[in-house]
């Protein structure tokens, strides 16, 4: 098997940046469809931040033109660049990577919208606090 760790988070001011990073070990993530995904307090997990197996990001509107997602392949980590953070960026950020195949795995960020078959790996998330 294989999983991804996620590190990065911190506590920040409005305003300051954080690079958020997944590393994946037991596989390479250049063949997945990978995607950061956010969960507050009492509110469901939302996708942040999304990029495709052909390269193509795509961000919640909240994030635009703020986050940043990038892949290192040789590296076997995927990035989140956040810039101007604000309060409500406060959540815990959990990474995910998608192959195409049957591995289930129950997500580790919880939606309604989200489940078992949508993504292989899961990360344990990291914590992002964005203090005014």
């Known amino acids: 098997g294989g999983q991804l760790v996620e590190s990065g988070g911190g506590s920040v001011k409005t305003g300051e940046s954080l690079r958020l990073a997944c590393t994946a070990s037991?596989?390479?993530?250049?063949?997945?469809?990978l995607g950061w995904y956010r969960q507050a307090p009492g509110n469901e997990c939302e996708m942040v931040s999304t990029?495709?197996?052909?390269?193509?990001?795509d961000y919640a509107d909240s994030v635009k033109v703020r986050f940043t997602i990038s892949l290192d392949n040789a590296k076997r980590t995927l990035y989140l660049q956040m810039n101007t953070l604000k309060p409500e960026d406060t959540a815990m950020y959990y990474c995910?990577?998608?192959?195409?195949?049957?591995?289930?795995?129950?997500?580790?960020?919880?939606?309604?919208?989200?489940?078992?078959?949508?993504?292989?790996?899961w990360g344990q998330g990291t914590q992002v606090t964005v203090s005014s």
């Open positions: 037991g596989f390479t993530l250049d063949r997945a469809d």
């Open positions: 995910a990577a998608d192959f195409g195949t049957s591995v289930v795995a129950v997500p580790t960020c919880h939606s309604r919208a989200i489940s078992e078959y949508d993504y292989n790996y």
């Open positions: 990029l495709t197996d052909a390269g193509t990001p």
